[in-house]
């Protein structure tokens, strides 16, 4: 039995604890805030509540294994539903898509509704993610990444310097499907001219697994896996910020915190490894994606019948996402703004012909300032500065023996099925207690 200190209490952290404490190991979780979960929380105010962070996640069978694997199935846990619509594109000529997921078909008659043969372009754009999904999946996201016996299609693709702003406008003729296709990178605080083609791979899982939530909001995963890491013994420290990392002869020994050191013979670092100094420096040339401007509105009266979620394509890029908690006769929306954001957010909101202004009963802000304090970091991981910044992030491996990195800091792609991932590699790299 190994001691391991897992540092950091988002779903990374708290997913690849529950799997290294089924596994037979002793684990520590150390968390910075008073509460377990980071992004995955909810925000409340007066009778109103909304999912903090993600509303829907990809790869359903990420968070299926980690439940299946850490204990009880999900289905015990939660009910993970699909969309049957994933969301609607507003393009600034009036025109619009609404995006069904999970169905080729579907995603072919729905831009076929923009115009003749863009659908074919569409489904044909998204199929050639098909084999470099299967490469990453297998040699990046659940195998270890080494450059000496990686397989040299991984290499080239790793390599390849064509961005995917230059993809797109090779491939896609219409200016709404390019905007579609890189609208999730782009509200993920990334420049499409700096990220490299393999980025793009989400309208691939998209359409191939569709878009999940649960009902009430996805926070109840971040509470599903609270219970777990009780379940499996997890000793879980709120309140505890890892100050550092304590190296002896090359291994980490233990982690430092304000109330003094945690023993390690493993460290998971599942948190932005700028905050601890013994690893800063090795991701010193890597910056974070920074989040979104956040408006949590609480609405009374009639409002528009939208979708999970609506994309309002302009600058600032817009997304409203329905389904917060709201009592009878009102609703919840969440409103994300990326780029110029020169005035309200419920204002430019309006110039898109959604002007709620006058039913606001309940309102929070939240700037990328207060999310990363709030979270102790961004979610949305590094930020794309060209192809070679899949290759410089730390993650699973670090230089200190010992210390494996997991998260969206450690792995490319942000979201939960990514860090889901990141999370059941590191487990797998600790390896399980042998039998006696």
């Not at 850490?70 to 594109?89: A, K, Y």
């Not at 995963?221 to 997890?234: N, S």
């Not at 945690?262 to 690893?279: C, G, K, S, T, Y």
Request: include cysteine; proline fraction near 6%; charge should be neutral.
């Amino acid at each position: 039995m190994a001691r391991v200190v897992v540092v950091g209490g988002g779903f990374s952290g708290m997913a690849a604890a529950a799997r290294l404490a089924r596994m037979g190991h002793e684990v520590t979780l150390l968390e910075r805030s008073e509460h377990l979960g980071g992004a995955l929380t909810t925000v409340e105010h007066d009778d109103f509540a909304w999912d903090a962070g993600p509303t829907t996640t990809l790869l359903p069978a990420v968070v299926r294994d980690l439940f299946r694997k850490s204990g009880r199935p999900l289905e015990r846990e939660l009910d993970l539903q699909p969309l049957d619509l994933v969301r609607e594109h507003r393009f600034a000529d009036g025109s619009s898509v609404r995006l069904p997921g999970g169905s080729r078909a579907a995603q072919l008659d729905a831009f076929e509704s923009l115009g003749s043969g863009l659908g074919r372009q569409w489904v044909d754009h998204v199929a050639s993610y098909g084999e470099p999904w299967e490469l990453l999946r297998k040699e990046w996201y659940e195998r270890p990444f080494d450059p000496d016996v990686a397989p040299r299609e991984l290499m080239a693709m790793l390599d390849r310097r064509e961005s995917l702003h230059k993809r797109l406008r090779r491939t896609l003729d219409d200016e709404r499907l390019r905007l579609v296709a890189g609208h999730r990178l782009v509200m993920d605080g990334h420049d499409l001219r700096r990220a490299p083609v393999l980025a793009g791979v989400d309208v691939y899982l998209e359409q191939r697994f569709g878009s999940w939530t649960v009902p009430g909001g996805l926070a109840a995963l971040g509470v599903a896996m609270a219970d777990r890491l009780a379940l499996r013994g997890v000793a879980v420290q709120t309140g505890t910020q890892a100050i550092d990392l304590v190296v002896r002869d090359g291994r980490v020994a233990a982690v430092r915190t304000a109330g003094g050191e945690v023993d390690a013979d493993h460290v998971v670092v599942a948190i932005d490894p700028r905050r601890l100094p013994a690893l800063a420096s090795y991701v010193r040339r890597t910056m974070p994606a920074f989040p979104p401007v956040v408006c949590h509105v609480g609405l009374e009266g009639e409002v528009p019948d939208l979708p999970h979620e609506v994309v309002l394509h302009g600058n600032p890029l817009l997304v409203v996402r329905t389904g917060g908690r709201a009592p009878d006769g009102a609703a919840a929306w969440t409103v994300l703004a990326r780029g110029l954001v020169a005035e309200d957010v419920l204002t430019a909101l309006a110039r898109h012909r959604l002007d709620v202004r006058g039913q606001v009963v309940a309102r929070v802000d939240r700037t990328p300032r207060d999310l990363v304090e709030a979270w102790g970091g961004s979610p949305y991981g590094v930020q794309w500065q060209g192809p070679r910044t899949a290759r410089s992030r730390l993650g699973p491996r670090t230089p200190i023996a010992g210390v494996l990195a997991a998260g969206a800091h450690a792995t490319t792609g942000s979201g939960l099925p990514f860090a889901g991932l990141s999370a059941a590699l590191v487990a797998e790299m600790v390896g399980r207690v042998p039998r006696q």
